[in-house]
């Protein structure tokens, strides 16, 4: 009895432990702020301060008074909402002292006064979710006088900015900045993000932009590409603002910059001019995305991937400014987008025109890992390329009646480029010396390219119903005319010269593509939930490559053509294409699935021995997608796309390419189409209270049938002959993943952490000397982040980590570049008395020595500055700067592929001061709000 007694004891004051724990209290009353008019039936939530987990939830009564009873003691925040009014947070504890916690009359601001700039008492809220969009409320973040939309980018969950103002979001580049949802001087996103004011911007959206077929449709087609959209406030719509610097150090380096910009409602016209030499103004990393890399045509299309474009048997500069070498660069253009007849026509147009120039020194290593031998190859280029382009885009878009509309899009590009590179290099096999060699390659070669498409769309009185035809047209041409003088020393193995191969050789490349393609889709609701998409089209493509070689008959007299050398090349496809693609929507829950078909006709004639190859190929492309959204700031996406890419007209032409004699390639026209099954996941939350971001990306492609690399090598001279093949029955991969979590911790006045992950990697095929290699290139990269902003006080932020890598080959496992390494980066701001401020935007990169490179990497660039701000809203500042104040910048990268491991040390710009007047200037329209 005595147990029985003790046990029921026990749970009695278990219970009124338990009963006086959860007797904490909180009360108030609910108001509006002006007219006091209590606010019956607002929602009161009771939230758990460390993770915003929900406690208690309640309703106030008809009088605005609300009671929360049966909490436990610790720190909680309480949210009250209710329809048109702003939410309102605040932060209260409880313990054995306060038991009980009253708010008294707590005011709630209508939204709309929040325009007339009333204060209230709350936090907005960051970040949204809203369908596949991730939202951020620029309000929300500390925008300092002057700061940039890039500055703001920074602040932002899941997004980096490096240097050169490259954007990385969710693991992808982002290759588009908007405006407003229009481009802004076409896809040159550094123009937006360096320009554009931070405090004009009213939401920064990021997303996938879809095709304009899936967007009119709202059925994914697979084809996207990571965007950033500006929204500006609508008080900032009106007027004009820019900006004017101009810079200049004792070691020559200067740069100058300009830009206008004049916003009128509906209409917005900005021109720009840079020009310098200190690799921070003009072409950068944008242009590869803008102008396309090289003379490569690349189109993606009902999933058919088409790159028929050929590259010249010449090197030929790409125009990109990487950090490699010393740039001198100039640029300049012209926007304009309006809209009129009541929104019902929209014009956007956009001008550029730009010269870059490069001098450099590149010193490569090269490791070729052979079936039981090693290739190391160390070679010497200096170079001197230039370009000048030109490029001209224009968009109309019109409402033809209440259910159609028309979007014709151009633009067309000009490029001269001149290229001259000097190589010198030897060659050793086994640590032995096979050759040396030097060689000499000039040419000038004009590229010429232009794009056309009409979208036509029209909606029925039925939703759902649609019908779209898009018309599209992506021409190229590209004419070069060069020299290669080449000469070569082959060594026997007592180190003596056996032999010397001398070239001399003209060339001229005529290559030429055009790529038509029809799609017309028609959409019908089935039911309320399910949607069945079908579209058919045709679709021709045209390419050809005319090159030709030449040896000279005398001196400077090149008219002997060297036919193993020479080939007039056609490659004609035909596709005939149709798919059918069932989607469901309903509530939180949209999927998709469905296929494309495509008949693919090849005809391939080969004009200098007259040969006609016919074949044809039936070409699959599945696609789905789910994705479910739990809450406005929670979700989950799952997406497959398969691709059918076809041979490249390099890899098809069977002439051999000799711009580096030691290396030949040569083409295959027996090649097939390999195909390419892509994986994507996604999931994103955000937790308003406690500004936390969880977000989670990951995409997997492995390619069947894919098209490598078989090549041979000499032992003997070092020479390679390397021709492409298809590879049936293995699959190369790649892959890219990791995860970005951040929080703001009040507590600690406001400091930010965050913590990131990525991994990514890929598997290749290739055959060497008729063995089978492998190779597997992986790097894992956590990143630890660290950022607090103050207004005017500090603005600061810290990322890195080590990063780890594997890289090795099957034909030779134990002589990998397997190592560690690490990289950080800091980006601060700090604000002192009298105007002034001091900071630096630093980084610091460590390379560790690998089996196949033995010496560690290390530097640290420091790039210090102190601004001192003028006038009254510190519009005018002068800056000095220290670019590589320890000097050393060597430049520096390392890449491994198939089986080649090449190191690469490059000069590039080192120390240097400049010193800088920054003018910014704005007049906004008063009232431009209104209207």
Known sequence: MKPAILLFMFFALFALSASAQNSYTVKGVIADSVEHVKLGTASVAVLRAKDSVLMKFTYAGKDGSFAVSGLQKGKFILLVSYPDYADYTEEFGLDSTNQSHNFGSISMTLKARLLKEVMIKG??????????????????????????????????????????????AEGQTVSKVLVDGEEFFGDDPTLVTRNIRADMVDKIQLYDKKSDQAAFTGVDDGKTEKTINVKLRADKKQGIFGKARAGDGPEGIYQGQLLVNLFQNKEKLSVYGTTGNNGKVGLGWEDEQKYGAGNQLDVTDNGISINTQSSDDLDVFGGIYSGQGFPLAQSAGAHYDGKWDDDKQSVNANYKIASLTINGLNDVLTQNNIPGNVSNTGSDKNYHNSVFRQKLSFVYQTKLDTSSNLKISIDGTFKHIVTDDNYSAADTINNVLVNNSTRQVNNIADQRAFNGSAFYTKKFRKPGRTLSFLVSETYSQSQANGFLMSHINFYNPQKAIDSTQIINEAKNNNLQSNIFNTNLTYSEPLTKTFTLVLN????????????????????????????????????????????????????????????????????????????????????????????????????????????????????????????????????NPTLTPAFTNTFNVMYRSYKVITDQ????????????????????????????????????????????????????????????????????????????NDSLNMSKNYVFNPTLIFSIYKDRKVNFYVSGGPTYTISQTSLQPNINNNGWGARADVDGTIYLPG????????????????????????????????????LKNDNLSVELWANDLFNQNSGFSRVAQGNLITQTSYNTLKRYFMLTINYDFTKMAVGAAAK
């Open 693 to 768: 971001f969880f977000g989670v990306y990951g995409t997997y492609s492995f390619i069947s049938n894919p098209i490598v690399n078989h090549i041979n090598y000499d032992l003997n001279t070092g020479k390679s002959v390397s021709e492409y093949f298809n590879l049936p029955g293995k699959q190369t991969t790649n892959f890219n993943g990791g995860l970005n979590f951040g929080r703001k911790f009040k507590d600690l006045g406001g400091i930010n952490l965050g913590v990131g992950l990525n991994v990514n990697g890929n598997t290749y095929y290739n055959y060497s």
């Open 536 to 667: 058919y089209g045709v679709g021709v493509n045209t390419a050809s490559a005319d090159r030709n070689t030449f040896n000279q008959s005398s001196s400077g007299n090149y008219n002997v053509l060297v036919d193993s050398l020479s080939s007039n090349y056609e490659f004609n496809q035909f596709l005939n294409h149709a798919g059918a693609v069932l989607s469901y929507k309903k509530g939180k829950l949209s999927f998709n699935f469905g296929t494309r078909i495509t008949g693919d006709h090849f005809h391939q004639i080969d004009e200098f021995t007259n040969d006609e190859t016919d074949r044809t190929f039936i070409d699959w492309a599945p696609q789905a997608r789910v994705e479910y959204h739990f809450s406005g700031q929670k979700m989950f996406s799952l997406a497959y796309n398969g691709t059918t890419t076809q041979p490249t007209l390099d890899q098809l032409q069977p002439v051999a390419s000799n711009t580096d004699p030691l290396n030949i390639i040569v083409g």
């Open 835 to 870: 105007k002034f401020q001091i900071g630096t935007y630093s980084n610091y990169q460590y390379n560790g020595a690998t089996e196949s490179f033995h010496q560690n990497f290390s530097q640290v660039i420091f790039n210090p500055f102190i601004i001192k701000t003028f």
């Open 123 to 168: 936090t907005a809220s960051q970040m949204k979710i809203k369908g596949d969009t991730t939202e951020f409320n620029a309000r929300a973040y500390v925008i300092q006088p002057n700061a940039k939309v890039e500055d703001l980018l920074k602040q932002l969950p899941g997004i980096t900015v490096d240097k050169d103002g490259k954007i990385t």
